[in-house]
C-alpha cells in the first residue's frame, strides 16, 4: 500500500490560530506553550531575567509591580500589600542603584491605579489618579501634590512633543470627569483651559471612561472604555487637537495597551487583539486591524490584562498572573513567564517578575483530515527539532468526526523520527521536550500514513507532492 506524506512548517511560523473557527488542514498551531514565532519556524522563548537587586523588597500583586523607562529617569513602582501603600523608587541606567521617592499610603491617599509618566527629559511628571509626583528642575528634588490650581488629577498622561495630554479626570476640574480628554499649554504643565484652546479639553466622542493616552507618530491615540480616537495636532487658526474616531470598540483595562511611535497593539472590550498602526511619519494615514485571537484573550479573563512591549524583537507580552501570550511580528504564541513588566536597557532585554513555569514545552497542530474522510493510518512523524531531550511525538484521533482520543505519545529518536501508529479520520500532531536548548529552532513536521479505507475513493487517488489538501 502507497504511503504518502503530510509536511506541516507554515503552521510553526504563524503560531497560534487567530480566527475561533477555522477550516480543516489549515496549517496553525491549537496550541504552543514556550516557543516564538520566528521568521524561519518557532524559536525556543529566550527567558528574561529580572536584573534588579536581590535585596530589594519586590512584593508581587498584580498588575505590579510596574517599570516604566524613560529619556533620562527609570521608575519602579511596588505595590505592598501588607503595609497597604504603593512604594515609588527611581532605578539607575545599570540597576544597580535603588533611590526612594515616596511613598503612596492608601489609608492616606487612597488606592491608585497604574501609575503613568509623561517623560520630558530632564523634567518628568507621573500620576496613578490618586497623588501626582514631578521632578522640581527649580529644587533639583521630586515632589508630591494631590492637588494644583493649574493641574488636574488624571489618570493617564504622555508627552506628546513638548505638551502633555491626559485624561480619566478624577478631581474638580472645571466641567470634566472620567469620559474628558485635556491638554496643557505648549512647553508647560498648565493645564488651564483659556479661550484661545491651546490649553483645553474635551469629551471622549464615545463616551467612555478614557483608560489610556499614547503618542503613535505625531498624533496622540486616546483608548476609552467604548472606543478609539485619534487626536491630532491642529495650528490654524490657533494651535489644539482634532478628534476623529477610529473604532467604537474601546479598551478593556488601563494596561492592555501598549507599543512605539509607529505602532500599538491592544486588547479590546470584546477580547479581539487590535493594532493601531501609522503607515508614513508625518501623514495621517492610520489603521486599526483586528488581530483576533479571540478564543485565546477570553483565557485571560478574571485578572487586568497588561500588555509590555520589547522592542529589539518587536515583541509583546501580553496576559495576567497566570497565562501569558507572546505576539511576535511573525505570530502568536504562549510563553512560560508570566510579567508585569518587560523593558529593555544596557542591550540586554529584562523583565520582572523572571519566574518560570515548570510544564513541558509542546505545540500541537489544528486538524487534518488530508483531504479524505476516509480511514487513514499514520506510521510515523519526523521533525528538525534539534538537539532535544525526552522529545516525544504525539497523536490525538478521532474515528467518528466528533469522539477525540488524546495524546497518544511516542519518543523521538536521535534522528528525529517517532513511529505512534494511530489510525483515524481526524487528527492533530504534537510534539513535547523533556528540555530543548536555547536557540533551538523548528521548522517543519512531516507525518507519514497510508489510506487504510478507500472505499470513498473513485478513480486516481495519489495526493500532491506535499501529500496536503491545501499545501503548496
Known amino acids: 500500500m502507497r504511503e504518502f506524506e503530510l509536511v506541516i512548517d507554515k503552521a510553526l511560523k504563524i503560531g497560534l490560530s487567530p480566527e475561533d473557527v477555522i477550516p480543516f488542514n489549515t496549517q496553525v498551531l491549537a496550541e504552543c506553550l514556550g516557543f516564538r514565532c520566528g521568521r524561519a519556524g518557532l524559536e525556543v522563548h529566550k527567558i528574561l531575567e529580572n536584573p534588579l537587586p536581590a535585596t530589594l523588597d519586590m512584593y508581587y500583586d498584580w498588575p505590579f509591580p510596574q517599570f516604566i523607562t524613560g529619556e533620562r529617569y527609570n521608575f519602579l513602582i511596588v505595590r505592598d500589600t501588607t503595609d497597604q ?80 495630554v491626559g485624561g480619566n479626570i478624577v478631581s474638580v476640574w472645571h466641567d470634566c470627569d472620567e469620559t474628558f480628554y485635556v491638554w496643557s499649554k505648549i512647553g508647560s504643565m498648565d493645564f488651564t483651559p483659556e479661550q484661545d484652546n491651546e490649553a483645553g479639553y474635551r469629551r471622549c466622542p464615545y463616551g467612555g471612561t478614557v483608560l489610556n493616552v499614547r503618542r503613535i507618530g505625531d498624533y496622540v491615540i486616546g483608548y476609552s472604555s467604548k472606543g478609539v480616537t485619534l487626536l491630532s495636532p491642529v495650528s490654524s487658526p490657533i494651535p489644539t487637537f482634532g478628534f476623529d474616531g477610529l473604532s467604537n470598540i474601546g479598551l478593556i483595562n488601563q494596561g492592555a495597551i501598549n507599543g512605539d511611535l509607529s505602532r500599538h497593539v491592544y486588547v479590546g472590550e470584546d477580547y479581539i487583539l487590535r493594532e493601531v498602526a501609522l503607515h508614513g511619519e508625518l501623514t495621517k ?31 509583546f507580552y501580553i496576559g495576567n498572573s497566570q497565562k501569558t501570550y507572546l505576539l511576535s511580528p511573525y505570530g502568536l504564541t504562549e510563553v512560560k513567564q508570566h ?13 520582572i517578575p523572571d519566574t ?46 466528533i469522539t477525540w482520543d488524546m495524546e497518544h505519545y511516542k519518543p523521538i529518536n536521535n534522528m528525529g523520527v517517532a513511529s505512534p501508529i494511530v489510525s483515524g479520520n481526524l487528527f492533530r500532531f504534537r510534539l513535547r521536550f523533556g528540555a530543548i536548548y536555547e536557540g533551538s529552532r523548528i521548522g ?10 478507500l472505499r470513498g475513493l473513485r478513480g486516481v487517488y495519489a495526493p500532491g507532492l506535499r501529500g496536503q489538501q491545501n499545501g503548496n
Open 85 to 164: 501603600e504603593d512604594d515609588v523608587y527611581l532605578v539607575s541606567p545599570d540597576h544597580t542603584t535603588i533611590t526612594y521617592i515616596f511613598s503612596v499610603d492608601e489609608l492616606t491617599f487612597g488606592k491608585g491605579t497604574l501609575m503613568e509618566v509623561a517623560d520630558f527629559g530632564e523634567y518628568a511628571f507621573m500620576t496613578n489618579g490618586v497623588i501626582m509626583i514631578y521632578w522640581d528642575v527649580t529644587l533639583a528634588d521630586w515632589r508630591e501634590i494631590v492637588a494644583s490650581a493649574t493641574i488636574p488629577m488624571m489618570r493617564t498622561v504622555c508627552n506628546f512633543k513638548g505638551q502633555a
Open 285 to 315: 494615514n492610520f489603521t486599526v486591524a483586528e488581530l483576533g485571537y479571540r478564543e485565546y484573550m477570553e483565557e485571560l479573563m478574571g485578572e487586568d490584562i497588561i500588555v509590555s512591549y520589547e522592542p529589539s524583537n518587536k515583541d
Open 339 to 351: 510579567p508585569s513588566a518587560v523593558w529593555r536597557s544596557n542591550n540586554e532585554s529584562c523583565m
Open 356 to 401: 518560570e513555569d515548570s510544564a513541558k514545552h509542546y505545540f500541537c497542530t489544528e486538524i487534518f483530515d488530508m483531504g479524505y474522510k476516509g480511514l487513514k493510518t499514520v506510521f510515523g512523524i519526523e521533525t528538525d527539532a534539534m538537539p532535544i531531550v525526552d522529545g516525544e511525538a504525539g497523536i490525538d484521533w478521532a474515528h467518528d468526526l
Open 444 to 453: 517543519y513536521i512531516k507525518v507519514r500514513y497510508k489510506m487504510t479505507d
